[in-house]
């Protein structure tokens, strides 16, 4: 158990609709990461929040858009949802954003599957 | 455009045999490579390599990275069944902020 939590851990939904995605990082950590894993993309960044600002963008697609909160846990919004964007989707969290990596802890992901 | 090369995609071998997985990277500003082995769910840690030719040991698996030809393997020897899952490697880019560039992963399997 790495202490990062997610909810939920399935959502099913349909074509068109708009799901929030939740994340609770490690106790102590101020940085949070979304990522996104599909079979054909393999494991990719999304964007990454640092004591609630953002602080770096990946492949993240306009329909998406995050946030994290002053008690630092995240939202992952996802609108007008297509088939493609079902994929496995991973937060992961670390103590801080500074200029030497620090390893970052996964939670156990939300797998949102879109009909 | 940074990237992360995994080889092979997938491998299925007998439990007992040594395996070697390949990752190749092309990165601006290495730092470090990270190997990850995922069973179900999440990814978790298994080495962080930042110098070449220091070996990384853990077990039955170790990780070995070369800088100058910009590659790393894992090595797991005497596999058994439960070394069965997906291995990752990546590379953190840190400017200003820190981002994992992951590889496609090798998927190993281990037969009984």
């Known amino acids: 158990d790495s202490g990062v939590t997610q909810t939920p851990k399935h959502l099913i939904t349909a074509t068109g609709q708009r799901v929030t995605l939740r994340c609770s990082p490690r106790s102590g950590d101020l940085s949070v990461y979304w990522y996104q894993q599909s079979l054909d993309q393999g494991l990719q960044f999304l964007i990454q929040y640092y004591n609630g600002e953002e602080r770096a963008k990946g492949n993240i697609l306009e329909r998406f858009s995050a946030q994290q909160f002053p008690d630092l846990h995240s939202e992952l919004n996802l609108s007008s949802l297509e088939l493609g964007d079902s994929a496995l989707y991973f937060c992961?969290?670390?103590?801080?954003?500074?200029?030497?990596?620090?390893?970052?802890?996964f939670g156990p992901g939300t797998r949102l599957t879109v009909l | 455009e940074d990237k992360v090369v995994q080889s092979p995609l997938s491998l299925v071998v007998h439990e007992g045999d040594t395996v070697t997985l390949n990752c190749s990277y092309e990165?601006?500003?290495?730092?470090?490579l990270l190997w990850y082995k995922q069973e179900k769910k999440a990814p978790t840690f298994l080495f962080m390599l930042t110098s070449s030719g220091i070996e990384k040991k853990s077990g039955r698996l170790s990780s070995i990275l070369d800088k100058k030809e910009l590659f790393s393997i894992l090595n797991i020897t005497a596999t058994q069944t439960g070394d069965s899952a997906i291995y990752l490697c990546a590379v953190p880019l840190i400017q200003g902020a820190q981002k994992l560039v992951f590889g496609q992963g090798t998927r190993l399997t281990i037969n009984p």
């Open positions: 990165v601006t500003n290495f730092r470090s």
């Open positions: 992961a969290s670390s103590v801080d954003a500074g200029v030497k990596y620090n390893e970052q802890f």
